[in-house]
């Protein structure tokens, strides 16, 4: 069953055209890959699933229901919780701060339960916290927990963007490039959790990644972009050998 | 209905306007260049009009000498703001909202500098204009003054910045910074000549606002929100939109002091025209008419 | 003003007031950081509201809670257009909102004249806010022949709501609501993706600094016993800006100590004006020149401020963290 269904969606800046009438599906419980040259469209396509820039046209399905101009709030709520290629952390605020920010329906987060319901969001953010420390375990991250944002890593920022991302319960999770800035063996193990995850909990994976042998030996499918429309969509194994891929990533090369 | 004196109020209007544009060409300059909006820029108008005040008055001064300086004075003054306070915080990574605190905490260093000199009563300008008559409207050599200086202003300002390199420079990097920065121009001293002659405008237009009234140490403040309105109504940074939003809010502020006095309304609520000319254009267009002129959207 | 302790009192009180003024930017811009720029609109608010409360005989309890009510009333209405601005255009839409406000209330009870002339031909007579010519405002405190009761009585009233502020607003900021706000002022776009409805919190936040601004002009309106639209120039909303920035933005007790700072400063040039007959100099003029080029000193050297903002403090974090340097 496809969790996500994208039909005919388009976005252009000016006159460029970023992503050109795109059709993809994305199955219940699978962790599927995009792939395709810097500049192809692909966090445009992740920014309009997110709701965080409006589209031109098409339409976006997410488990049944139309989600195309929701807001970015209300695509969280149903589920889709995406990080950023260039992490979008609370940058002055702690690791854990960070983590617990993206807890969901968090009764102390409300004016009024903030001051009279101290009690109930005491209790409820012990809960949160020795989540968030488990995670933050998962990802290597536990000795920063206590420390300001601002100060990890380049690969740390990564990880901490999918833990965040991770401690919202996701259904569907939209990951941009988790592994960039990340040494290569780190970046095998992250694709490792990746699995895990969604085998204990069900989640969907949906992750940009430049990394294209680790993604493959973990990627149920996998859709290529190229100058903002889908090349390719199969499997993993189809890829190198697909001749509009090859000439995408030639040009690319030759471009560059 | 009372009969309008319509040439009169077209006629007041243009002069309103015109000293809108002086005030607010540099305000808007320095705000697309220098990324914040500079608050010190009234005190470059106010200085402008004690400048002049000092030299045609109390030095007994020929009025384009006291016009000149008055010019000089807030060139200068604008332009050792952004060097000695502005451009170092910038370097040092204070975030816009700083800058703008610290461009009013200069400016009040500048205001009441002003005020331990000269006091806080009205000062006047004792000149002797002389007068035409035509039909129903009223020409005072003032008037002419001020319309052929923001004639000059406009027509100088056009050239410099269509047929000079520099000003080319000016307009792309008032179009966009990051661009003019990655294209390898030297923003910075772009942004020190665009202070320079920003705010000697400013001190120009504090100069002919003295002549026409009088000096006090809120005369620029109280230009302050008009400028920005124009600013903000001609789209930030763009020298055009600046020239046609001043003479739309100079029409506007004069029919509406008209408005106001036959209704036997205070007519200093006419400010209210400029705050809900800066509310509805930033919710409404928030780039203001500049893209109407340049016939499309900034990409 | 020549005796010390009139001198003393009339310091301490202007602490307290500012202290609660201070503590309400602190709320909106070191948390959440919305840089509202109109405070001084918002004092005028409670300010005049009290004014009118106490003179028509109402309690001078109704009279604190109607001036909050009013200013965080009128504050929510303003935030319904202001926060669709980005930082910078708040924060000129706000201060050009209280040079309005303030315009407004100078020409309120004109306009009401000429529009009641113009419409029922009367020449009627309207004094609500009393134009420029201000108005003198009944103390909440009526002692008589007491001074010494009299000022107890007042400061225990300022330093208690200056208390009740503290407690209120470190409730707020040491708690996950607190974590949000902080959050938006981070990264308002990543705070929606982790579904914050933002909005909501920013009109809140508006909401509430704009009532305790309203409180703490309610209080000064009484003891200085006289407001006028010149009280409340943009000045004072600077002075209450420096007092943020140079105590420490997002840190309660800095703000705090910023505001004894300033006040202090103001307190000297008083001093000096009333003390010394003649000086070739006006110690208010010196007063703002130092106070304009200190502020730029302290944005230069020492942005951050005097006392640091601190990490959020809640309970269950505390426990992990002690957990955390112990294991
Ligand atoms: N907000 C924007 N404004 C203008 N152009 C944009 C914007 N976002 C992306 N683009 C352009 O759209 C194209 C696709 O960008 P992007 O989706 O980031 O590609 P990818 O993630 O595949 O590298 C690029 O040419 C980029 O410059
Ligand atoms: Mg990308």
């Not at chain 2, 001043?246 to 209704?263: D, K, R, T």
Request: glycine letters at 10%.
């Amino acid at each position: 069953m496809a969790i996500l269904k994208v039909k005919r969606l388009s976005k252009s800046f000016g006159g460029l055209k970023a992503v050109d009438s795109i059709d993809l599906d994305v199955e219940e419980e699978t962790i599927t890959g995009l792939i395709g040259p810097n500049g192809s469209g692909k966090t445009t396509l992740f920014n309009m699933i997110s709701g965080v820039i409006p589209r031109d046209s098409g339409e976006i399905w997410f488990r049944g229901e139309r989600i195309d101009g929701l807001k970015p709030f209300e695509i969280y709520a149903r589920g889709i919780v995406r990080s950023f290629q260039i992490p979008r952390l609370f940058w002055k605020l702690t690791v854990l701060d960070n983590m617990l920010l993206a807890a969901r329906g968090f009764n102390g987060e409300s004016l009024v339960g903030a001051i009279f319901k101290r009690g109930g969001w005491i209790l409820e953010e012990k809960r949160l916290v020795d989540k968030a420390l488990d995670i933050l375990d998962l990802l290597g991250l536990s000795d920063s927990a206590f420390k300001p944002t601002y100060q990890l890593s380049g690969g740390q920022m990564k990880l901490l963007e999918m833990g965040r991302a991770l401690m919202a319960d996701p259904k569907l999770l939209l990951l941009d490039e988790p592994t960039a800035g990340v040494n290569p063996k780190l970046a095998y193990s992250i694709f490792g959790k990746i699995e895990e995850v969604r085998r204990a909990y069900g989640t969907t994976f949906f992750v940009i990644e430049h990394r294209v042998e680790t993604l493959f030996s973990y990627a149920n499918w996998v859709y290529v972009m190229s100058n903002g429309s889908l090349i390719y969509g199969g499997k993993p194994s189809g890829v190198i050998s697909d001749s509009r891929v090859q000439k995408a990533y030639l040009g690319d090369i030759h471009a560059a | 209905m009372l009969p309008l004196n319509l040439p009169q109020i077209f006629f007041n209007s243009i002069i309103t306007g015109s000293i809108f544009m002086l005030a607010a060409i540099g305000l808007s300059l320095s705000y697309s260049l220098s990324r914040f909006p500079n608050f010190t820029h009234a005190e470059y108008i106010t200085l402008g009009g004690y400048v002049g005040y000092l030299l045609s008055e109390q030095l007994g001064m020929p009025l384009y000498v006291a016009f000149i300086a008055s010019f000089l004075g807030s060139s200068l003054l604008s332009l050792a703001s952004y060097n000695v306070v502005f451009k170092p915080l910038q370097d040092r990574g204070s975030p816009l909202i700083y800058l703008m605190v610290a461009s009013i905490g200069l400016g009040l260093v500048v205001r009441h500098t002003i005020q331990q000199i000269w006091g806080g009563s009205p000062l006047t300008i004792r000149a002797i204009w002389p007068r035409w008559i035509l039909g129903h409207l009223t020409i005072t050599g003032l008037y002419i003054y001020i319309i052929t200086a923001a004639i000059v202003t406009a027509i100088a300002l056009h050239l410099l910045l269509t047929r000079t390199t520099i000003g080319k420079c000016i307009r792309a990097s008032a179009d966009n910074v990051e661009l003019a920065l990655s294209s390898g121009m030297n923003v910075s001293s772009i942004s020190r000549f665009v202070w320079l002659i920003g705010g000697g405008l400013a001190g120009l237009s504090g100069f002919f606002m003295v002549a026409i009234a009088n000096a006090i140490p809120l005369l620029g403040w109280r230009l302050l929100i008009p400028a920005f309105a124009v600013t903000i109504l001609g789209g930030i940074g763009s020298f055009y939109g600046v020239l046609i939003a001043a003479y739309i809010i100079g029409v506007a502020e004069n029919f509406s002091v008209v408005g106001l006095a036959a209704l036997g309304l205070p007519t200093d609520l006419k400010m209210l025209i400029s705050f809900v000319i800066i509310v509805v254009v930033l919710l409404v267009k928030p780039e203001g008419i500049s893209a109407s002129i340049r016939g499309g959207v900034r990409v | 003003m020549s005796d010390p302790s009139i001198f003393v009192m009339h310091i301490a009180f202007r602490i307290g007031v500012y202290g609660i003024a201070a503590l309400s930017l602190n709320i909106e811009y070191g948390y959440t950081g919305l840089s509202n720029f109109g405070k001084a609109a918002f004092l005028m608010m409670g300010a005049y509201t009290a004014a009118i409360a106490v003179e028509n005989g109402l309690h001078p309890v109704i009279a604190i809670v109607l001036s909050i009510v009013v200013a965080g009333f009128i504050g929510l209405s303003a935030s319904l257009f202001a926060l669709k601005f980005r930082e910078d255009y708040l924060a000129i839409t706000m201060l050009a909102f209280a040079e309005i406000s303030r315009l407004i209330l100078r020409n309120f009870d004109d306009s009401v004249r000429a529009l009641t002339k113009l419409i029922t031909g009367v020449e009627g007579y309207t004094n609500i806010f009393g134009g420029v010519h201000g108005k003198v405002v009944r103390s909440f405190v009526s002692i008589p022949g007491d001074y010494r009761l009299y000022n107890i009585v007042q400061l225990t009233l300022v330093y208690g709501l200056l208390a009740s502020s503290y407690v209120f607003v470190r409730l707020l900021s040491d708690s996950p609501y607190g974590r949000v706000l902080r959050a938006i002022r981070e990264d308002e776009l990543a705070s929606q993706t982790l579904g914050k409805k933002t909005w909501v919190y920013k009109m809140q936040i508006i909401g509430l600094g704009s009532a305790l601004a309203g409180l703490a002009g309610a209080l000064n309106a009484q003891f200085e016993g006289y407001i006028s639209p010149e009280s409340f120039q943009p000045h004072l909303t600077f002075a209450i800006w420096m007092m943020v920035i140079l105590g420490g933005v997002g840190n309660n007790l800095g703000v705090l100590l910023g505001a004894t700072l300033v006040e202090s400063i103001e307190a000297i040039a008083l001093f000096v004006k009333s003390f010394f007959g003649y000086l070739p100099f006006d110690p208010v003029n010196i007063q703002w020149i130092f106070v304009g080029a200190s502020i730029i000193a302290i944005i230069a050297f020492k942005p951050r401020g005097l006392l640091e903002e601190r990490p959020i403090k809640t309970p269950a974090v505390e426990v992990a963290r002690i957990g955390y340097t112990k294991g």
